[in-house]
């Protein structure tokens, strides 16, 4: 055997040139590059999606609801919207839903102002489009109840108040929701609407803030909603008119655009549109759409 055959039998690169090995020893260290980048990229792969998945689950969704739903409501919605926000946290464990209930036309204009709240449901289309008016909603709001007004005199009605002309009677205390109010702006349509005039003692912010008058005694009656003397119990006595019919709100609830938790906010309008939402509203006395 010659020298030259057992020095290529030593290296084990029989049939193989010595350029050959060469290059194939220096694609090695590429290959070996090409691997470790393809594992970094599959670990921060991972990464992406574990942090994408995170930020869904804070933000809920309304088929898997979580976080806290803020939700800006009319004052004459407080009751029956409490209830449907204790049933909203039964069925979704973890949730949370915060309410800021007070006059339609101030609470959209703490929307319009950039105060942070996922739902805004108002007592009249008018205040409602105050907030679409200005892009601040999703979509198009939907009306899901609407609502009639009411007399609230003292209990026992000592005044014998029976008609909404018996309101103009001299020495009555009478007290109103501001015309800004959709309580008072309905009011102000059923006087119209019976060439009555009426001057009352004060005009108040919102429906709980008129009720709240007769109830401590300071006004002998107000015209403020059903559903307002219903949960009111025998704090007050309630008085229908027929002029009322001409005067019935509805209810629009929206979704908002700037909602910090979207997820649950459509969940919560979902509930209240729902036949278990409206059996909980029309029990407080509203109407169904």
């Known amino acids: 055997m010659t020298r030259s055959v057992r020095r290529i039998r030593r290296t084990g690169w029989t049939g193989r040139s010595l350029r050959t090995r ?35 689950a804070k933000s809920g969704s309304s088929a898997n609801p979580s976080g806290t739903v803020t939700v800006f409501a009319a004052a004459s919605l407080q009751e029956s919207f409490t209830t449907l926000g204790k049933e909203f946290e039964k069925q979704h464990p973890g949730t949370k839903v915060t309410f800021s209930f007070a006059g339609s036309d101030s609470l959209a204009a703490s929307i319009t102002g950039g105060a942070p709240a996922d739902v805004f449901a108002a007592a009249s289309p008018t205040t409602m489009a105050l907030v679409t ?47 800004t109010v959709p309580c008072g702006s309905a009011a102000e349509k059923a006087l119209q609407a019976s060439n009555l005039r009426l001057t009352p003692v004060s005009y108040e912010q919102d429906v709980k803030s008129a009720l709240t008058k007769v109830e401590l005694k300071e006004a002998d009656a107000a015209v403020v909603y059903k559903t307002d003397v219903q949960a009111a119990g025998d704090k007050v006595e309630g008085v229908a008119f027929p002029e009322s019919a001409k005067a019935i709100n509805d209810y629009p609830i929206a979704l908002l655009k700037n909602a910090p938790n979207p997820g649950a906010a459509k969940a919560f309008i979902e509930l209240v549109r729902s036949a278990q939402g409206q059996k909980v509203l029309t029990g407080a006395g509203f109407l169904t759409p």
């Open 22 to 56: 060469r290059s194939l020893l220096s694609l090695r260290a590429p290959l070996r590059a090409l691997g470790a980048g393809a594992a970094a990229l599959l670990v921060l792969s991972g990464c992406s999606s574990s942090d994408t998945g995170s930020d869904a």
């Open 133 to 179: 008016d200005e892009k601040d909603a999703v979509g198009t709001p939907a009306t899901f109840v609407r609502n009639q007004l009411e007399i609230a005199t003292l209990p026992g009605n000592p005044d014998k108040v029976s008609s909404l002309k018996d309101l103009t009677r001299s020495g009555l205390k009478v007290v109103l929701c501001d015309k």
